[in-house]
């Protein structure tokens, strides 16, 4: 080959294929920006990137691309929900370095969404970024309660929770929520399991109250109850 080509023209040419290259993965982006772009253009473009991702749902690089198509429409919603998507594939490919820098993008154009920053607080979670984590999820628990959406509620709260153990007021919150939704059992579960931590520091007087609680919502605990009335005695 090099005998009908010198080195310099092949060097040339593998320049070119991969100049090509490159002007093809840009091109898609230089659409979206270029406002000459026709709508119809991008509708095409959006429904070939759709099918790319029926081929391969985990295929970033389309969703990425979809994403675009779709802010570039004014789709925000959409896009958002195309975002979490991407963060939850690039979790699970153990990339959550990735995932936190498209939920940020997430979070700065929808931050009244409790799912979104619920998503957001559970990629810190997983890079055990307790600060950031617990944030978002504070976050989350408040839009739920504001959505009067008790079952997610809880569901971000027990995440704080578990970032923090020692937020005491937090326990009390989440085992009344638990109780209000009728699920008396777990809450008394939460009740007899704070009740047990605050014993262990010396907080008698905390105890009592939460003791109380427990007993409350599961009255078959007939130790605890002795325990109660003993302390009662003293």
């Known amino acids: 080959v ?27 982006t230089s ?70 820098a498209v939920m940020r993008t997430a979070v700065k154009l929808r931050p009244e969404r409790a799912d979104v920053r619920m998503a957001y607080g559970e990629v810190f979670e997983k890079l055990k970024m307790v600060d950031d984590a617990a944030r978002e999820f504070r976050a989350a628990w408040d839009l739920y309660l504001v959505q009067n959406d008790v079952g997610n509620g809880l569901e971000a709260l027990g995440h ?10 937090g326990h009390v919150v989440f085992a009344e929520a638990l109780g209000r939704a009728g699920r008396n059992q777990q809450a008394a579960r939460v009740f007899r399991s704070l009740a047990e931590h605050l014993m262990s520091r010396g ?27 003993l302390h009662y005695a003293r």
């Open 2 to 28: 090099e005998d009908r080509y010198p080195r310099r023209q092949l060097r040339g040419a593998r320049q070119g294929v991969v100049s090509s290259y490159h002007v093809r993965e840009r091109s898609l």
């Open 31 to 100: 659409q979206v920006a270029n406002p000459a772009v026709s709508r119809n253009e991008r509708r095409k473009k959006f429904a070939e990137t759709v099918a790319l991702i029926r081929d391969d749902p985990h295929d970033v690089r389309a969703r990425l691309s979809v994403i675009e198509l779709l802010q570039d429409e004014g789709r925000t919603d959409e896009a958002v929900e195309e975002m979490m998507r991407v963060a939850a594939v690039y979790a699970r490919r153990g990339v959550p370095i990735k995932a936190v």
């Open 160 to 169: 704080l929770l578990g970032l923090d153990p020692d937020f005491v007021p």
């Open 203 to 229: 907080a008698a007087a905390d105890w009592e109250k939460v003791a109380e609680r427990a007993v409350f919502f599961d009255p078959s605990d007939v130790t605890l109850a002795h325990d109660l009335a």
